[in-house]
């Protein structure tokens, strides 16, 4: 088998030269032209004009071929930029590969471990998840059966719906956003959920994914969008931190009294190790009340603290009420309650969320402000104070 070996760099510079000689022969040619396809004939008898007639013929003759010729090296010229180009690019992806082979023996491999559990399941047995596509409020897709995150939720579809221009703006409905996919069985966090789409009418937030069953973090929320709800925060796996809640969508000031969308709750602590996640904020509105705060997740292991709850949403009389915060685990502090969102009504107000409570050692996590302040959570029954009431 015999092998070619080309410099692209030469074959280039050659284009470049082959292209100056066209450039000078076509200079050449129609500086000729004038003077050879129109003779002039030497006297007015018929034979001064036959001669004139005949080389006049074979200078337009030339001139054809010269065109032809012309076009020929254009060609040739294209071709061998065009053979440079592939030889680079063939270089390029040959020294990527040499300059890093445990990479492409990575793949290799992951792809003979890979093929025959998608074929049967639809799933990679070592792998990150596929994300959802934006705009869509496709979910992501889960991680591998034994290792990988999960994807990410794609955000949601914009505003649809609604005939003539009225009807757009005042009855365009966003799409909701994606759900998070989960971690793998061994390992893996979850997705974070897709944020809304925007419309006059607007959708909630995807949920986060859950951890891997022996390890990862849950996934966050996705944002809600027009006074909707946001998304739940994933629940960890065995060790791992719960996902945040997402926000609550800000209500949109052509419908009337519509409230912000309350904050998605936070996602629950791993089942050994692991903190709650925190609420996610309740959204504005400017004619109604404030969307509530998230609750804060809970730990449920041996060890961790509850996660804090959301803070309520500003509004027009009154403020959101602020989220409670979630219980510690066996050992480990309870969550703060979240903070009322501010109100113009100065009679009536929100409520602080209550904090949460410790288990066996730990603090109560303190109440959140408001008009009415949360209660401090529970001190720990063997070792700990009472978290303090909120202002």
Excluded: C
Excluded at 122 to 138: E, F, H, K, V
Excluded at 139 to 144: H, L, Q, R, T, V
Excluded at 309 to 315: A, E, I, Y
Aim: net charge negative; hydrophobic share 30%.
């Amino acid at each position: 088998m015999s092998f070619v070996m080309a410099q692209p760099d030469l074959v280039a510079s050659a284009a470049t030269d082959l292209a100056g000689i066209r450039s000078a022969l076509g200079q050449a040619s129609s500086a000729a032209a004038a003077h050879t396809t129109e003779v002039v004939a030497a006297g007015a008898d018929e034979v001064s004009a036959a001669v004139a007639e005949f080389f006049g013929a074979h200078g337009q003759e030339y001139q054809a071929l010269s065109a032809q010729a012309t076009a020929f090296h254009d060609q040739f010229v294209q071709a061998l930029n065009a053979g440079a180009g592939a030889y680079a690019s063939a270089e390029a992806a040959n020294a990527a590969s040499t300059a890093n082979p445990w990479q492409a023996l990575q793949q290799d491999v992951l792809g003979a471990i890979n093929t025959p559990t998608e074929l049967l399941l639809g799933r990679p047995l070592i792998g990150n998840g596929t994300d959802g596509a934006p705009g869509t409020g496709q979910n992501g897709g889960a991680g591998g059966l034994l290792w990988g995150n999960g994807g990410n939720g794609g955000s949601g579809k914009p505003a649809t719906g609604g005939s003539g221009q009225l009807g757009d703006l005042q009855n365009s409905i966003a799409g909701a956003g994606g759900q998070g996919g989960h971690g793998g069985l061994l390992n893996g966090n979850g997705g974070h959920g897709g944020n809304a789409g925007f419309a006059t009418r607007g959708a909630a937030g995807g949920d986060g994914g859950a951890g891997g069953m022996f390890g990862g973090d849950g996934g966050a929320g996705g944002n809600g969008s027009g006074g909707k709800v946001g998304g739940n925060g994933g629940a960890a796996g065995l060790i791992g931190n719960g996902g945040a809640g997402g926000t609550g969508g800000t209500a949109d000031n052509s419908i009337a009294l519509e409230a912000g969308g309350a904050g998605g709750n936070g996602g629950t602590g791993g089942t050994l190790f692991g903190h709650g996640g925190h609420g996610g904020a309740g959204g504005q509105s400017a004619y109604s009340a404030g969307g509530a705060g998230g609750a804060g997740g809970n730990a449920v292991g041996l060890y961790g603290n509850g996660g804090a709850g959301g803070s309520g949403g500003q509004g027009y009389g009154n403020g959101g009420d602020g989220g409670r915060g979630g219980n510690a685990g066996i050992t480990g502090g309870g969550g703060r309650g979240g903070d009322a969102g501010f109100g113009s009504n100065p009679f009536t107000g929100s409520v602080g969320g209550d904090g949460g409570n410790a288990q066996l050692i730990g603090n109560g996590g303190d109440g959140g402000t408001g008009y009415y302040g949360g209660i401090g959570g529970a001190g720990g029954l063997l070792l700990g104070v009472p978290g303090t009431d909120g202002p």
